[in-house]
């Protein structure tokens, strides 16, 4: 039904692709104008839609840059509002998105702000800081970055490459050579020799080019309410464990739950998806259905930020509910050489120098 459905789709597809070919055109021409800034701004994006381990890597740079007046500027997809807006302890998931709340949660040092309008927001950030992380803004041509980090997991090296709306492609893959350095997630270790073959004939190394491969970590479960003192010590296998998603590609973590022994319930809904009441009531009743001993209400660190609305705290508050952390790591060599380029253009570009 699938493939159907795609032969469907190919032509919207070509014509998608058509559209964004000629854009795409236009800035390398200088037809359409791009502006450089000379503030560092380094750009993390992905050819694709969703899922391909783009917050995780941000989060990396926060931490590797953290002698610097960071900021975090996102378009803050999924808000109800407009414009620009700084986060502030009023910040919720609807008024700037679920990923910039994580951020502005998890990383009190640095500023985050969302704006549509890339070019309006670094303006707005750069006189007070000194590097500018552009959060999912590989196809934002009106800004030039100065470092651009493209991001592609792991799986998808594997699998037909359409455009939208047959497939998940938002520009050609020849978009990669855009990037300056290209970062391959969710990667099992060590990376079989049948990968880098892949990701060679995918994306053709350049010159200018770095290519890598990372994979991630889960950490030790944490409880979404801070009323909740203190973290999951136990094992997973132990436990009875209902799931609840709204990412783009949730396989990731169940196989981990899976290969760790938990026994997993999974409640999918689609990337960014706003929960409402009645489903959050639905995992709930799952949950006290089961007569497991042990069991636990488990979702992803992302998702977790738009359950701190109000109106779940009293369905969850005094459940044991918990998300789960990632980061991305590198091997050794890889980190170093990842974090060498990455300094390297920061303490080079105008501002800081």
């Not at 047959?166 to 990669?176: C, F, K, T």
């Amino acid at each position: 039904m699938r493939s159907y459905l795609r032969l469907l789709l190919l032509p919207f597809s070509w014509i998608y692709g058509a559209i964004t070919w000629v854009r795409n055109k236009c800035y390398d021409l200088g037809w359409l104008k791009s502006t450089r800034f000379s503030i560092p701004v380094i750009s993390i994006g992905n050819l694709a839609v969703g899922g391909m381990g783009k917050t995780p890597v941000t989060e990396y740079l926060v931490r590797l840059l953290k002698e610097y007046k960071v900021a975090i500027l996102s378009r803050g997809y999924g808000r109800d509002t407009k414009g620009f807006i700084l986060a502030d302890s009023h910040a919720t998931a609807q008024s700037i998105g679920d990923e910039p709340l994580q951020y502005y949660r998890k990383f009190p040092g640095i500023s985050v702000a969302v704006c549509e309008d890339r070019c309006k927001g670094i303006r707005q950030l750069e006189t007070t800081h000194q590097v500018i992380l552009l959060d999912d803004a590989f196809q934002h041509r009106r800004v030039k970055p100065g470092y651009s980090l493209l991001i592609n997991d792991y799986a998808s090296l594997f699998k037909p490459a359409f455009l939208l709306p047959a497939g998940m492609l938002r520009e050609s893959l020849a978009g990669y050579r855009r990037a300056q350095h290209i970062l391959i997630t969710k990667s099992p270790e060590p990376v079989p020799d049948e990968a880098l073959q892949k990701v060679n004939s995918r994306f053709p190394p350049l010159p200018h080019q770095l290519m890598q491969f990372a994979h991630l970590h889960y950490g030790r479960l944490l409880p979404v309410y801070p009323e909740h003192a203190g973290t999951f010590s136990s094992e997973l296998k132990k436990y009875e464990v209902f799931v609840l998603t709204g990412i783009a590609r949730p396989e990731t973590l169940l196989a981990y739950l899976k290969a760790q022994g938990a026994s997993c319930h999974h409640m999918e809904y689609p990337d960014h998806h706003v929960f409402r009441q009645s489903e959050i009531i639905q995992w709930v009743k799952a949950f006290h259905a089961s007569a497991a001993k042990n069991k636990l209400l488990l979702t992803t660190e992302k998702d977790s930020q738009r359950l701190l609305d109000e109106k779940f705290k009293d369905l969850l508050l005094n459940l044991p509910l918990y998300y789960i952390p990632i980061e991305v790591k590198l091997g050794e060599k890889d980190a170093l050489i990842f974090e060498k380029n990455i300094l390297e253009y920061v303490t080079s570009t105008k501002r800081i120098r």
